[in-house]
């Protein structure tokens, strides 16, 4: 098995690779099962969980994708109604925003239009593997081609 290893082109040393990224990324295994699944040695894994072999760390990919669009809506809403509590909480006739707090305000309902026209990498994923699981059901050598093609538009996201 040790000589197969060695024997891999770099183009199956980069899908193994991109394989292993996105059972750690999507699927949230541990280095150990994709070792397992994957028949690459865990310190390899490792490093390249780590950036060491070209600078991707995958914990930085899992926590991007972690948090939905939804989820950052939710959480600047909230942001947003906390500030407005605050202001409202003041007495009658003192109820107006100070200029920090209209900056604050500004940048909230900015963001919260720009999430809105935005698509975000977690939906072109989600779109991407829904799109790539008919796909192969179809076609599956044109289903390899999508997913590369994915994989590169996703990549140059992060960058």
């Known amino acids: 098995m040790a000589e197969n ?4 082109t770099k183009q199956e040393r980069e899908q193994l690779y991109d394989y292993a990224k996105m059972l750690f990324v999507y699927d949230k295994l541990s280095q150990k099962e994709i070792s397992a699944k994957t028949g690459v040695s865990e310190v390899t894994l490792s490093k390249w969980a780590n950036g ?6 995958w914990e ?7 948090v939905t669009r939804d989820e950052r809506y939710r959480s600047t ?12 909480s003041r007495e009658a006739n003192q109820r107006f925003p100070s200029k920090d707090e209209s900056n604050i305000r500004r940048k ?3 963001d919260l239009k720009a ?6 990498i977690v939906d ?7 799109l790539l699981d008919w796909l192969r059901k179809v076609d599956v050598e044109k289903a390899k081609e999508v997913a590369d093609i994915f994989n590169s538009y996703i990549k140059s996201s992060f960058k």
């Open 60 to 66: 930085e990919y899992r926590k991007a994708i972690s």
């Open 115 to 120: 999430l809105e026209v935005e698509c975000g």
């Open 108 to 110: 909230l309902v900015a």
């Open 5 to 8: 290893k060695k024997n891999r």
């Open 52 to 57: 060491s072999v070209n600078g991707e760390i």
């Open 124 to 130: 072109i994923i989600n779109v991407s593997i829904k």
């Open 77 to 88: 809403i909230n942001q947003l109604t906390e500030l407005d509590n605050l202001i409202n």
